[in-house]
């Protein structure tokens, strides 16, 4: 356990995150983009047609930013569950 303050009075204390939750987090958001990419494709390939030769990375690129948001989500929804997330 760490102190929140270690110059405060009060014996708050906040558990620090384990890699368990990281990873499972990750692995959850891989899984949600996989889904998604799978059942989405068509209209993926549709929408970055038009750029032609850089349709391949705009696709790779918004795959990515999707998984990101997907492990930055997951990550926000557990810390508020679990009660670690700012605030008092």
Do not use: I, K, N, Q
Not at 42 to 51: D, G, H, I, N, S
């Amino acid at each position: 356990m760490m102190p929140v303050d270690a110059g405060s009075s009060t014996s708050d204390t906040v558990t620090p995150v384990g890699w368990r939750e990281h990873y499972t987090c990750a692995a959850a958001s891989l899984a949600a983009t996989v889904v998604a990419v799978a059942l989405l494709y068509p209209a993926l390939v549709a929408l970055t047609r038009p750029l032609g030769v850089f349709s391949t990375t705009a696709l790779v690129l918004g795959v990515a930013a999707v998984m990101g948001v997907a492990w930055l989500t997951l990550e926000l929804v557990w810390e508020w569950c679990a009660g670690r997330l700012g605030g008092s």
